[in-house]
């Protein structure tokens, strides 16, 4: 673990299918890589090894306590730059150079091991907090706004859409006639007056997952960094993509199907496929269950690897 927050503790996050992540990103040892999703410096660490001296990683984190563990995890490698930012403006976050020489993007999606044990940041039912679930300070917007200000629509939009949570309409009304709610057990004990049984742990968790994701506005950024992947990666250049739910998933295999995220293949006007990417991954890649005993946090792991094959249409 590494010395750096309020605690002095940085709860190191485990890298998932780290030897898969690896393996397939890098087909060019001395070529130019970005870790997305820097964390700990987990996945950048194991990059490191596996290329030349002459190669370049950046890695790109939105949180600084997390950039602040990556820097020393790694060290003085000179291979080696961070930069704070949302991977949803990696195009904006790279210098002008780099665009279209890329060769591999790894982005491990989701919430990190830091995050969610650090009960401050709001993101845990587990422990009491406060309702914040911002991923960064860069985001306005907090969980407490979204459980307290959003209009009754909105709340069981997010609840249904992004928790896929069935109960979101009793959920949502709960929740609205509670207000104001400032904790995180607070919460919790809304969803629990509503969702009875074995299911309820489960619609607790989709729910702070819903809220979660409308805060740091995932999915929105997860569409925005995969279309600007394709205009940084050199012909040949990959992208590795970890997630860990559903919504997730179905974006990047969207896109990863047809370079766009209708999933629709375009056509010349010979009718011939115009298709600027292919997955090379042959459908999901999962842990091995020795790595989920290791890492239960692997078990809802999902890889995908598509490679550029031409340039998109402008």
Same mark, same amino acid.
């Given at each position: $673990?590494?010395?750096?927050?309020?605690?002095?503790?940085?709860?190191?996050?485990?890298?998932?299918?780290?030897?898969?992540?690896?393996?397939?990103?890098?087909?060019?040892?001395?070529?130019?890589?970005?870790?997305?999703?820097?964390?700990?410096?987990?996945?950048?660490?194991?990059?490191?090894?596996?290329?030349?001296?002459?190669?370049?990683?950046i890695g790109i984190?939105?949180?600084?306590?997390?950039?602040?563990?990556?820097?020393?995890?790694?060290?003085?490698?000179?291979?080696?730059?961070?930069?704070? %930012?949302?991977?949803?403006?990696?195009?904006?976050?790279?210098?002008?150079?780099?665009?279209?020489?890329?060769?591999?993007?790894?982005?491990?999606?989701?919430?990190?091991?830091?995050?969610?044990?650090?009960?401050?940041?709001?993101?845990?039912?587990?422990?009491?907090?406060?309702?914040? $679930?911002?991923?960064?300070?860069?985001?306005?917007?907090?969980?407490?706004?979204?459980?307290?200000?959003?209009?009754y629509e909105d709340?069981?939009?997010?609840?249904?859409?992004?928790?896929?949570?069935? $109960?979101?309409?009793?959920?949502?009304?709960?929740?609205?006639?509670?207000?104001?709610? +400032?904790?995180?057990?607070?919460?919790?004990?809304?969803?629990?007056?509503?969702?009875?049984?074995?299911?309820?742990?489960?619609?607790?968790?989709?729910?702070?997952?819903?809220?979660?994701?409308?805060?740091?506005?995932?999915?929105?950024m997860l569409r925005?960094?995969? +279309?600007?992947?394709?205009?940084?990666?050199?012909?040949?250049?990959?992208?590795?993509?970890?997630?860990?739910?559903?919504? +997730?998933?179905?974006?990047?295999?969207?896109?990863?199907?047809?370079?766009?995220?209708?999933?629709?293949?375009?056509?010349?006007?010979?009718?011939?496929?115009?298709?600027?990417?292919?997955?090379?991954? %042959?459908?999901?890649?999962?842990?091995?269950?020795?790595?989920?005993?290791?890492?239960?946090?692997?078990?809802?792991?999902? $890889?995908?690897?598509?490679?550029?094959?031409?340039?998109?249409?402008?």
């Amino acid at each position: $673990m590494t010395a750096m927050n309020n605690n002095d503790t940085y709860y190191e996050h485990h890298p998932v299918l780290l030897d898969e992540s690896v393996e397939y990103l890098i087909t060019d040892p001395s070529g130019i890589y970005i870790d997305a999703t820097l964390g700990g410096g987990g996945h950048s660490q194991a990059l490191l090894s596996a290329l030349n001296n002459d190669a370049q990683l950046i890695g790109i984190d939105q949180d600084d306590e997390a950039l602040a563990a990556a820097n020393s995890r790694i060290g003085d490698d000179p291979r080696f730059s961070s930069v704070k %930012g949302n991977f949803g403006y990696l195009s904006r976050l790279l210098p002008p150079e780099l665009h279209g020489n890329v060769s591999g993007i790894l982005l491990d999606l989701g919430v990190s091991t830091h995050q969610i044990k650090e009960e401050e940041r709001g993101f845990t039912f587990q422990k009491e907090g406060p309702l914040d $679930m911002r991923m960064s300070n860069l985001r306005g917007v907090t969980a407490y706004q979204v459980v307290n200000e959003y209009s009754y629509e909105d709340l069981r939009d997010v609840i249904f859409h992004y928790g896929e949570e069935r $109960m979101s309409r009793q959920i949502a009304r709960e929740i609205i006639d509670r207000r104001p709610i +400032e904790t995180t057990t607070e919460l919790r004990e809304a969803v629990e007056a509503v969702v009875k049984g074995q299911y309820q742990i489960k619609s607790v968790a989709r729910v702070f997952q819903g809220i979660r994701i409308e805060v740091n506005r995932e999915l929105d950024m997860l569409r925005q960094v995969l +279309e600007q992947a394709l205009e940084l990666l050199t012909i040949d250049g990959r992208i590795v993509a970890i997630s860990y739910h559903s919504l +997730e998933d179905r974006i990047v295999k969207r896109f990863f199907k047809a370079g766009n995220h209708e999933g629709k293949i375009e056509k010349d006007f010979y009718g011939n496929p115009q298709n600027p990417i292919e997955e090379i991954s %042959g459908g999901i890649i999962r842990p091995t269950e020795e790595e989920i005993e290791r890492n239960s946090a692997a078990r809802s792991a999902k $890889m995908r690897v598509a490679q550029k094959i031409e340039e998109p249409e402008v």
